[in-house]
């Protein structure tokens, strides 16, 4: 149970996302390029204070890293091209059918059982998201084109945890981490020349090396770790967490209101979040886990 609440933390602590963005001036693709950029280094620069550079080194799955990368860099710049098309609603509906995906397809593609917790948690997790995603929206502004790219921000975020799974039997978590930011960022570095404010001044600069150094870096090293301790079912599940979080952060640090909606779907969320952590069982990958690699 104790990885389940792990995987519950970290959903939570990721509301924190929400109020950073929220405060920073400069333009999505902008805050993509910096958190993917400053996670890499920091990987690296952990790497380097540990003297395990060689951990960085990936001597296989060189293809299937690089994947995860542009799977990853693909995902962000779609949920944020959903939020521009429509409204955050829509982003948010859309993209968080993920756990739907990964509650179908993990079973045939992972040594994974089909988790009837799972499913059960879904019903009202799916529910109180709907309810805090359309609170306070008149008009959601659904444009096929959003939805499109919402639900494109869904396969490739359910790809992405499906791959890193894959992955972490393989390689180092460090390993996996650092190239996947590498080749992200590249693939999002063209994004900064469609306007926008592209550079961080004063305050935002601090801002900006938080979301990359701890809520990337750092929180991604945990997610990927707990893909070893955790289902992908239960984690994707446990996700849910993170608007509700999002959104009592924001009534606490700025002030923003929480009505009804938002308290009833908190509720239905973090009871559902509770179903997974008290009576979903943590599963370990089958295959076994290589050796870390000798200190050069």
């Known amino acids: 149970m104790r990885w389940n609440v792990a995987a519950a933390a970290l959903s939570a602590s990721a509301g924190f996302i929400a109020v950073i963005v929220d405060g920073v001036d400069l333009s999505a693709g902008a805050l993509v390029f910096y958190?993917?950029?400053?996670?890499?280094?920091?990987v690296a620069a952990g790497a380097a204070l540990a003297r395990r550079l060689d951990i960085l080194r990936a001597p296989e799955l060189r293809g299937r890293v690089a994947l995860l990368g542009v799977i990853l860099g693909a995902h962000w710049l779609l949920f944020f091209a959903t939020i521009k098309l429509s409204?955050?609603?829509?982003?948010?509906?859309?993209?968080y059918t993920a756990p739907l995906l990964l509650a179908a397809v993990?079973?045939?593609v992972l040594p994974e059982r089909r988790s009837r917790v799972v499913l059960l948690a879904l019903v009202p997790a799916g529910a109180g998201l709907a309810l805090i995603a359309l609170a306070g929206e008149e008009g959601t502004h659904a444009r096929p084109l959003a939805i499109a790219a919402g639900l494109g921000a869904a396969v490739t975020?359910?790809?992405a945890v499906i791959t890193a799974k894959q992955l972490t039997v393989r390689l180092q978590v460090p390993t996996i981490q650092f190239w996947v930011y590498v080749v992200a960022a590249a693939l999002t570095?063209?994004?900064?020349?469609?306007?926008?404010?592209?550079?961080p001044r004063g305050s935002e600069i601090a801002y900006v090396l938080l979301l990359g150094v701890v809520f990337t870096a750092l929180g991604g090293l945990c997610f990927v770790w707990l893909l070893r301790k955790v289902t992908t079912q239960a984690i994707s599940t446990l996700g849910y967490l993170e608007p509700v979080s999002a959104a009592l952060l924001a009534w606490?640090?700025?002030?923003?209101?929480?009505?009804?909606?938002?308290?009833?779907?908190?509720?239905?969320?973090?009871?559902?979040g509770l179903l997974v952590i008290l009576y979903e069982p943590a599963e370990a990958p089958?295959?076994?886990?290589?050796?870390l690699p000798a200190r050069e």
């Open 286 to 291: 089958r295959l076994e886990t290589p050796p």
């Open 157 to 159: 975020y359910a790809g």
């Open 106 to 108: 993990a079973p045939l």
């Open 87 to 95: 409204s955050v609603a829509v982003a948010v509906l859309t993209t």
């Open 35 to 42: 958190r993917l950029t400053l996670a890499a280094l920091a």
């Open 252 to 272: 606490a640090i700025l002030g923003q209101e929480v009505g009804w909606a938002v308290l009833v779907g908190g509720v239905l969320i973090i009871g559902a």
């Open 189 to 199: 570095a063209p994004f900064l020349l469609l306007g926008g404010e592209v550079v």
